[in-house]
């Protein structure tokens, strides 16, 4: 049927009424409360998530965000801002994830953690927190990145959307078994014993609750090569193939999610070609994504331009919002 000039303004009508119910109930629902919750006890550790959800029943898609902090520091308290935003401004829940962390606690019990939030977040999510759990954005930055990139294979259902900010696919490469060029990571010196010493209590789940200091070890780890067989208890060169199921880059498929990734060409902590050889499988399975360069970005995109750094976040949260969609209006108590 030809559409009149009637027709079209009845048609816009709608549309602008539809947004402004929209525009509405988001205003209504206000800001987002903070909760924290325990999914998973391990002994006496609590694992624990902040859920920023609602005052209302309206279902939503949901954001995960997981911190980075190379598996070793860090907590869920790490949000990137720029995520937070565009959370909230879509009307989003967003919850921010704990895991155990290394060298107390080692690689395959972290991806069971990150593994077991997510059967937390579709078993509660639905009831407590009004999610949809068939609209799942996951990001992260570092190892952050690396565990969103983990997720979209590792997590059962798969989530529907990843951004992946200057993360890695691959475990057991020269940048990290073999002892670092850069002086980003000679900034603490420590012996082998004084650096153990840092990390020698009990497993934690959140490096405010590390007596000693991560980021010393870690930076021990880089300095001498050993950050792979200090997070598994594996050596990279002689038990290689034990890493590979958590190796995102040997794991991807045509059924992994659709992927945003962005990274800085001067990366000296997560070298800029972990993303192109992350890029360069999903074109070899035809896995849909989009991938940013960042012309001299650092890592965390310190010294590139600003206006192209805004610009990246900006396409990729339309990535992900095209995928995730808006909020439903449809009461679900």
């Given at each position: 049927m030809k559409m009149t000039g009637v027709n079209r303004g009845i048609l816009k009508g709608l549309i602008c009424a539809t947004c402004v119910i929209l525009s509405m109930v988001m205003m209504a629902a206000g800001e987002p409360k903070m909760t924290t919750h325990v999914y998973k006890t391990v002994g006496d550790l609590e694992i624990k998530a902040d859920v920023y959800a609602y005052p209302d029943n309206l279902v939503r898609p949901l954001v995960v965000n997981i911190h980075g902090g190379a598996l070793i520091m860090g907590g869920r308290q790490s949000i990137n801002g720029r995520i937070r935003k565009m959370a909230f401004e879509n009307g989003y829940v967003l919850i921010s994830l704990d895991y155990r962390l290394a060298p107390e606690t080692q690689l395959p019990e972290i991806i069971k953690d990150i593994e077991d939030a997510f059967r937390w977040i579709r078993k509660e999510g639905p009831a407590k927190f009004h999610v949809d759990i068939?609209?799942?954005?996951?990001?992260?930055?570092?190892?952050?990145?690396?565990?969103?990139?983990?997720?979209?294979?590792?997590v059962q259902p798969r989530p529907q959307v990843l951004l992946s900010l200057w993360g890695y696919g691959d475990l057991i490469g020269d940048w990290y078994s073999q002892p670092s060029s850069y002086e980003r990571h000679y900034r603490i010196k420590m012996s082998e014993t004084e650096a153990w010493k840092q990390v020698s209590g009990k497993a934690i789940a959140n490096s405010a609750d590390r007596e000693g200091h991560g980021g010393a070890f870690y930076q021990f780890c880089r300095q001498k090569g050993l950050w792979p067989k200090a997070v598994s208890g594996w050596n990279p060169v002689n038990q290689a193939e034990k890493f590979f199921p958590f190796m995102p880059m040997k794991n991807v498929t045509s059924d992994f999610p659709p992927t945003f990734l962005i990274h800085g060409t001067q990366d000296t902590d997560v070298p800029h070609q972990q993303s192109v050889m992350m890029a360069r499988e999903f074109i070899i399975h035809r896995v849909e994504h989009r991938f940013l360069s960042i012309s001299q970005g650092e890592h965390g995109l310190p010294g590139a331009d600003p206006e192209q750094v805004e610009g990246a976040y900006k396409q990729a949260f339309e990535f992900i919002t095209r995928i995730l969609g808006k909020v439903s209006l449809e009461n679900k108590p």
């Open positions: 068939e609209r799942i954005a996951v990001c992260g930055g570092s190892a952050g990145g690396y565990l969103t990139l983990a997720s979209g294979y590792r």
